[in-house]
């Protein structure tokens, strides 16, 4: 019904950059908070930065000042700039979204795509 489809990620030396795209498409009436989160090998997703559909951002301690997340509602679409990155960075980013639908209003998640930082 709703479908998040992620983009941008790959292999990056340590301090590049990537941007990630996530564009929701299917049955959407409106769709609140972004975001994005991370899961490393044997470890737990974690969130990486959220945005509400106002704009107000918030950030894991981690990533402060190097990624910034950005949403264009047009296009039901929300990115993140990732500046100076770190071998610690390397994860599976997945995209969330919390949607109202003509039905109900719940999270989605995307499909997760591959970040790599390493020389």
């Known amino acids: 019904q709703v479908q998040l489809v992620e983009s941008g990620g790959g292999l990056v030396q340590p301090g590049g950059s990537l941007r990630l795209s996530c564009a929701a498409s299917?049955?959407?009436?409106?769709?609140?908070?972004m975001g994005w989160y991370r899961q490393a090998p044997g470890k737990q997703r974690r969130l990486v930065a959220v945005?509400?559909?106002?704009?107000?951002?918030n950030y894991a301690d981690s990533v402060k000042g190097r990624f910034a997340v950005s949403r264009d509602n047009a296009k039901n679409t929300v990115y993140l700039q990732m500046n100076s990155l770190k071998p610690e960075d390397t994860a599976v980013y997945y995209c969330?979204?919390?949607?109202?639908?003509?039905?109900?209003?719940?999270?989605?998640w995307g499909q997760g795509t591959q970040v790599t930082v390493s020389s």
């Open positions: 945005i509400t559909r106002g704009g107000s951002t």
């Open positions: 969330n979204a919390d949607v109202q639908t003509t039905a109900a209003r719940r999270g989605y």
């Open positions: 299917g049955s959407i009436f409106s769709i609140y908070d």
